[in-house]
């Protein structure tokens, strides 16, 4: 069945570091694919997506670039901030499942 | 635009009491969810609405109960609260969920719940 991976974490890493949370995904046909961040005591919001191979979404200096040949769906930070610190999800939607399939989602933890 | 909220914000309950939790959306969105989160787990689908009057059942569907009578509104029941519903409840909606590029879920605040 559909399903996402994702790195466990957390991740720690020091202010102005770089990024990767690395996601994968199995999906029949041709899936969207999401990054949602979760701050904490909040809802999750969306913080990019991509619809189609070879896509790049980006947002916040956030980017993740949609690889059809290894399934994957990577999320990249050139340098992080403190503010950054949340739990970041990834997801995907197949044509005819009405549902968003999630990763289990990996916390981040930026110190200063 | 409010986009989606919840109701309440929290709420603590005794095993065997019944709640229901609301969501409403002013977007007019079509698709509506439930899930829970616990720690460790993610989010796990509860029930979902992909329109007005219909329902469906998602992964962990026992011990829920939902009604969509209007396409802003999704109802969340525990009709007899156990401590295993100890959870935080977020509510979602989106316009379509078709593997598309509108397919952006919105999600609430999220309603904490501990059930004693």
């Known amino acids: 069945g559909d399903s996402v991976t994702q790195m466990e974490g957390p991740v720690t890493l020091s202010e102005e570091a770089f990024l990767t949370i690395n996601c994968t995904y199995t999906a029949t046909g041709y899936p969207s694919l999401f990054w949602y961040v979760q701050y904490p005591g909040e809802g999750l919001q969306l913080l990019l997506k991509?619809?189609?191979?070879?896509d790049k979404g980006s947002n916040k200096g956030f980017e993740a670039t949609y690889r059809k040949e290894t399934t994957s769906f990577h999320l990249e930070k050139g340098s992080v901030q403190v503010s950054d610190s949340a739990v970041y999800f990834c997801?995907?939607?197949?044509?005819?499942?009405?549902?968003?399939?999630f990763g289990t989602g990996t916390r981040l933890q930026v110190f200063p | 635009n409010a986009g989606v909220t919840q109701t309440p914000k929290f709420r603590v309950l005794k095993t065997g009491q019944s709640m229901t939790l609301l969501c409403a959306q002013d977007?007019?969105?079509?698709?509506m969810y439930w899930y829970r989160q616990d720690p460790g787990m993610g989010l796990r689908l509860i029930h979902y609405s992909v329109g007005e009057g219909t329902t469906a059942k998602g992964e962990v569907p026992d011990g829920y109960n939902v009604s969509r009578l209007k396409k802003q509104n999704f109802l969340l029941g525990l009709e007899s609260a156990a401590p295993s519903q100890t959870s935080v409840y977020f509510c979602?909606?989106?316009?379509?969920?078709?593997?598309?590029?509108?397919?952006?879920?919105?999600f609430g605040p999220g309603t904490r719940l501990t059930v004693l």
């Open positions: 991509a619809t189609k191979a070879d």
């Open positions: 979602a909606s989106s316009y379509s969920m078709s593997g598309g590029p509108r397919d952006t879920q919105y």
């Open positions: 997801a995907l939607s197949v044509l005819n499942t009405d549902k968003l399939i």
């Open positions: 977007m007019n969105h079509e698709y």
